[in-house]
T-cell receptor, first 118, second 111 residues
Framework: EADIYQTPRYLVIGTGKKITLECSQTMGHDKMYWYQQDPGMELHLIHYSYGVNSTEKGDLSSESTVSRIRTEHFPLTLESARPSHTSQYLC?????????????????FGAGTRLSVL | GENVEQHPSTLSVQEGDSAVIKCTYSDSASNYFPWYKQELGKRPQLIIDIRSNVGEKKDQRIAVTLNKTAKHFSLHITETQPEDSAVYFCAASRAGTALIFGKGTTLSVSS
């Protein structure tokens, strides 16, 4: 079934550790995104990619980095985790529906990774 | 860049009542306006969307209206049910660009 897969679902780590949150999609989408969200709160865009070898920073300043070497894979890395990084991280993907300037950008979300940094 | 304001932040209604959530956007070039519903502990899911060439769209108990001149759009839920309780997010974007979300509205429907 076409979906967006995030691993791990839950992660508890100590301060200073390097971690990578995995995101893969089988939707065949060209665009992918990472959002940071505290439970039930605002969705903050931290990184996005419109295609292979294309990555951009979002509106929320983040100490994380991303890469897009394959269309279906968009991992997010924290070089040195801190307690302030404790949050939920949601991966999303989209493809623009046909329609030219009125094209839709329908985004689908993964189930998220809940990160706790002690 | 685009900025989306969403009101109210919390909304409590009785079952059967209507609920209205309003959003304003700043970028006049934005032309796609989706609404997402996020139930507790789950991922956000698209419930309805509207493009800038349409003023209103309806899907059963939910409807969205768009006023391009005033740069605001609204979600209307009629005959609310307890399962409508969730956080609702509006968003806006230009064609092919990342969605910019509002801060969310927590809707509580009591029976």
């Amino acid at each position: 079934e076409a979906d967006i897969y995030q691993t791990p679902r839950y992660l508890v780590i100590g301060t200073g550790k390097k971690i990578t949150l995995e995101c893969s999609q089988t939707m065949g989408h060209d665009k992918m995104y990472w959002y940071q969200q505290d439970p039930g709160m605002e969705l903050h865009l931290i990184h996005y990619s419109y295609g292979v070898n294309s990555t951009e920073k979002g509106d929320l300043s983040s100490e994380s980095t991303v890469s897009r070497i394959r269309t279906e894979h968009f991992p997010l890395t924290l070089e040195s985790a801190r307690p302030s990084h404790t949050s939920q991280y949601l991966c999303a993907s989209s493809e623009s529906k046909r329609g030219g300037t009125l094209a839709k950008n329908i985004q689908y979300f993964g189930a998220g990774t809940r990160l706790s940094v002690l | 860049g685009e900025n989306v304001e969403q009101h109210p932040s919390t909304l409590s209604v009785q079952e059967g009542d209507s609920a209205v959530i309003k959003c304003t956007y700043s970028d006049s070039a934005s032309n796609y306006f989706p609404w997402y519903k996020q139930e507790l502990g789950k991922r956000p899911q698209l419930i309805i969307d509207i493009r800038s060439n349409v003023g209103e769209k309806k899907d059963q108990r939910i409807a969205v209206t768009l006023n391009k001149t005033a740069k605001h759009f609204s979600l209307h839920i009629t005959e609310t049910q307890p399962e409508d309780s969730a956080v609702y997010f509006c968003a806006a974007s230009r064609a092919g660009t990342a969605l910019i979300f509002g801060k969310g509205t927590t809707l509580s429907v009591s029976s």
